[in-house]
């Protein structure tokens, strides 16, 4: 029988990655980027982020212009050190993804950045999301894949592959966890799990021309100089191959078709059927 799977509270004190307040900067630096190439500048819009923990992305999202910014978690010492730094500028609340403490229709952006394997529904929270955001609303998505050959949180090849009781066994053999909390699901079951909205990929793109999305740390030092003129000469269809093995996806829905409105891109981004 399967383990019922209970929320992961206070997760920032086992996770010390989401005190990494560098790594967490650099990481929304990019969010903005493809979120004001895809929508233009955040100025005055009510901005929320799903998962904010400690609030560092919530507070370069207010520094981005938002309005107001909203940070959601249901992480409570997360919360507690977030408001105690960036309170007077974000407005942070503990909640429920499946119950967001918003009205409908009331929120311009929200950003759910490499949460979903971390929720025990998330489909139910992807569909709460729909609900709050505005018609012309746009949601960032940071997207981990089930079949990324290297599992980002314990840094053990194949893991995610594996079948629940084998990963328990193999985290476990590891000397990580005492088990593998984490579901990732596929590139399908991603689109399957944001059918109701219209999906952009934009992680080619950002592989591609990292400098130009603020995600230079994705290809540091020489080497990564060299990935990247790779990338941005190899045929689109080459690319296309790839991803399903691209361990992280970076998209943007929205609840009605849209375009990008940034410049063009080498590697443009496309609509994920």
Same mark, same amino acid.
């Given at each position: 029988?399967?383990?019922?799977?209970? *929320?992961?509270?206070?997760?920032?004190?086992?996770?010390?990655?989401?005190?990494?307040?560098?790594? $967490?900067?650099?990481?929304?630096?990019?969010?903005?980027?493809?979120? @004001? /190439?895809?929508?233009?500048?955040?100025?005055?819009? +009510?901005?929320?982020?799903?998962?904010?923990?400690?609030?560092?992305?919530?507070?370069?999202? *207010?520094?981005?212009?938002?309005?107001?910014?909203?940070?959601?978690?249901? =992480?409570?010492?997360?919360?507690?050190?977030?408001?105690?730094?960036?309170? @007077?500028?974000?407005?942070?609340?503990?909640?429920?993804? +499946?119950?967001?403490?918003?009205?409908?229709?009331?929120?311009?952006?929200?950003?759910?950045?490499?949460?979903?394997?971390?929720? !025990?529904?998330?489909?139910?929270?992807?569909?709460?999301? /729909?609900?709050?955001?505005?018609? =012309?609303?746009?949601?960032?998505?940071?997207?981990?894949?089930?079949?990324?050959?290297?599992?980002? /949180?314990?840094?053990?090849?194949?893991?995610?592959?594996?079948?629940?009781?084998?990963?328990?066994?193999?985290?476990?053999?590891?000397?990580?966890? =005492?088990?593998?909390?984490?579901?990732?699901? +596929?590139? &399908?079951?991603?689109?399957?799990?944001?059918?109701?909205? /219209?999906?952009?990929?934009?992680?080619?793109?950002?592989?591609?021309?990292?400098?130009?999305?603020?995600?230079? @740390?994705?290809?540091?030092?020489?080497?990564?100089?060299?990935?990247? *003129?790779?990338?941005?000469?190899?045929? $689109?269809?080459?690319?296309?191959?790839?991803?399903?093995?691209?361990? +992280?996806?970076?998209?943007?829905?929205?609840?009605?078709?849209?375009?990008? &409105?940034? !410049? *063009?891109?080498?590697?443009?981004?496309? &609509?994920?059927?």
């Amino acid at each position: 029988m399967s383990k019922e799977r209970v *929320a992961q509270l206070e997760y920032s004190e086992f996770q010390s990655a989401m005190l990494d307040e560098q790594k $967490r900067r650099r990481k929304a630096a990019k969010i903005i980027a493809v979120l @004001e /190439h895809f929508h233009g500048p955040l100025d005055g819009l +009510t901005v929320g982020d799903v998962g904010c923990s400690a609030g560092f992305i919530a507070d370069e999202l *207010a520094g981005a212009g938002a309005g107001h910014t909203l940070g959601v978690d249901i =992480d409570v010492p997360g919360l507690r050190k977030a408001a105690d730094r960036f309170g @007077e500028r974000v407005a942070f609340v503990c909640g429920d993804g +499946t119950a967001l403490p918003f009205p409908d229709k009331s929120i311009d952006v929200l950003v759910f950045n490499h949460i979903y394997e971390h929720v !025990v529904d998330p489909d139910a929270v992807v569909a709460d999301m /729909h609900r709050v955001l505005k018609d =012309d609303g746009v949601l960032y998505l940071g997207l981990g894949n089930k079949l990324g050959i290297m599992e980002p /949180h314990y840094k053990l090849p194949f893991l995610s592959y594996l079948p629940e009781k084998l990963a328990d066994r193999y985290v476990r053999a590891s000397g990580r966890a =005492d088990h593998y909390y984490e579901r990732f699901r +596929t590139r &399908r079951g991603l689109r399957r799990m944001l059918r109701a909205f /219209h999906v952009w990929d934009y992680s080619i793109p950002v592989l591609a021309a990292p400098t130009r999305f603020a995600g230079s @740390e994705l290809f540091p030092g020489a080497v990564g100089r060299i990935a990247q *003129a790779v990338l941005a000469r190899t045929p $689109r269809a080459v690319l296309r191959l790839m991803l399903p093995l691209v361990p +992280t996806y970076l998209w943007v829905a929205t609840k009605n078709p849209r375009r990008p &409105r940034g !410049v *063009a891109l080498p590697q443009p981004p496309e &609509r994920v059927q």
